[in-house]
Nanobody, 115 residues
Framework: QVQLVESGGGLVHAGGSLTLSCAAS????????MGWYRQAPGKQRELVAR???????NYADSVKGRFTISRDNAKNTVYLQMNSLKPEDTAVYYC?????????WGQGTQVTVSS
């Protein structure tokens, strides 16, 4: 059974930092890519950052220069370092794992940035 365990969300003041992590387990398939999406109230879920097994990354324009995604292939874990947080970063952040033949979603972790 595929399981994604997310951690690291919380409340932070504008300008602060948070690090999210997501550990994946339970599939016989190798992970092709891992990423983070977010969904703010009343808005569609959007890609924040994504990283492939070989380390290629892509970011939403709104987070470039502030967020950094990384992964530990041995631990099937992806991290999102978020710096210089802004109130508009407030959302539920979801981990996404692309196993190649299917994708998995985490349960979501709330990030709230106060002004």
């Amino acid at each position: 059974q595929v399981q994604l365990v997310e951690s690291g969300g919380g409340l932070v003041h504008a300008g602060g930092s948070l690090t999210l992590s997501c550990a994946a387990s339970g599939s016989i398939f190798s992970i092709k890519a891992m990423g983070w999406y977010r969904q703010a109230p009343g808005k569609q879920r959007e890609l924040v950052a994504r990283i492939t097994r070989t380390g290629s990354t892509n970011y939403a324009d709104s987070v470039k220069g502030r967020f950094t995604i990384s992964r530990d292939n041995a631990k099937n874990t992806v991290y999102l370092q978020m710096n210089s947080l802004k109130p508009e970063d407030t959302a539920v952040y979801y981990c996404n794992v692309d196993w190649g033949v299917f994708a998995s979603w985490g349960q979501g972790t709330q990030v709230t940035v106060s002004s």
